[in-house]
């Protein structure tokens, strides 16, 4: 299994571009999830999946879009970069058994955005 | 308010001693659950431990352990004898709620192991 990959791991953007960060996990997990790091901080909720087709907003979801069309993948698109999207990006896959939880995160997407 | 709290910035340990990290965290929530990552200088999120709210005994994974103590609202870390490599950034982290996967991170406390 290859767990939680993303793609690409590092990106520099200029102010209004567009791009998406990739997320694919092969764990066959139903919920899906993306932060941000900021420097010296922990991570920040932005959007999140419990199941193919089902998106919800997190805690910072402005200037970001998802979908969930398969299981496997869920994609982050950012609109019109700006300099305050710069930061590091993680994706998290996770599943519950009602007794065990766990979260696994990918490798993470540095972002610059000049 | 913030959800969860860790009030140790950084903390300097000798190798080979225990260590507790502090993480306390506010919820109504009744079903609740907690986490521990560890970051090192690489910045992968490596999964720790993980307590939930109605588990009885306190978690164990080899080295780590949680001290769950409910009625402070107080979710401890505790790495009994440091090595070397358990120097990182260590992350608290809470999920409210049943079937929810949203993580809430604590800002993280930085450990050092000295030799």
């Known amino acids: 299994n290859a767990g939680v990959t993303q793609t690409p791991k590092f990106q520099v953007l200029k102010t209004g571009q567009s791009m998406t960060l990739q997320c694919a996990q092969d764990m066959n997990h139903e919920y899906m999830s993306w932060y941000r790091q900021d420097p010296g901080m922990g991570l920040r909720l932005i959007h999140y999946s419990v199941g193919a087709g089902i998106t919800d907003q997190g805690e910072v979801p402005n200037g970001y879009n998802v979908s969930r069309s398969t299981t496997e993948d869920f994609p982050l698109r950012l609109l019109s970069a700006a300099p305050s999207q710069t930061s590091v990006y993680f994706c998290a896959s996770s599943y519950s058994t009602g007794v065990l939880e766990t979260q696994y995160f990918g490798p993470g997407t540095r972002l610059l955005v000049l | 308010a913030q959800k969860i709290t860790q009030t140790q910035p950084g903390m300097f340990v000798q190798e080979k001693e225990a260590v507790t990290l502090d993480c306390t965290y506010d919820?109504?929530?009744?079903?609740?659950?907690l986490f521990w990552y560890k970051q090192p200088s690489s910045g992968e999120m490596i999964f720790l431990i993980y307590?939930?709210?109605?588990?009885?005994q306190n978690a164990t994974e080899g080295r780590y352990s949680l001290n769950f103590q409910k009625a402070r609202k107080s979710a401890n870390l505790v790495i009994s004898a440091s090595q070397l490599g358990d120097s990182a950034m260590y992350f608290c982290?809470?999920?409210?709620?049943?079937?929810?996967?949203?993580?809430?991170f604590g800002q993280g406390t930085r450990l050092t192991i000295n030799p």
């Open positions: 919820t109504s929530d009744q079903s609740y659950g």
């Open positions: 982290a809470m999920r409210e709620g049943q079937g929810a996967q949203k993580l809430v």
């Open positions: 307590q939930g709210s109605y588990d009885e």
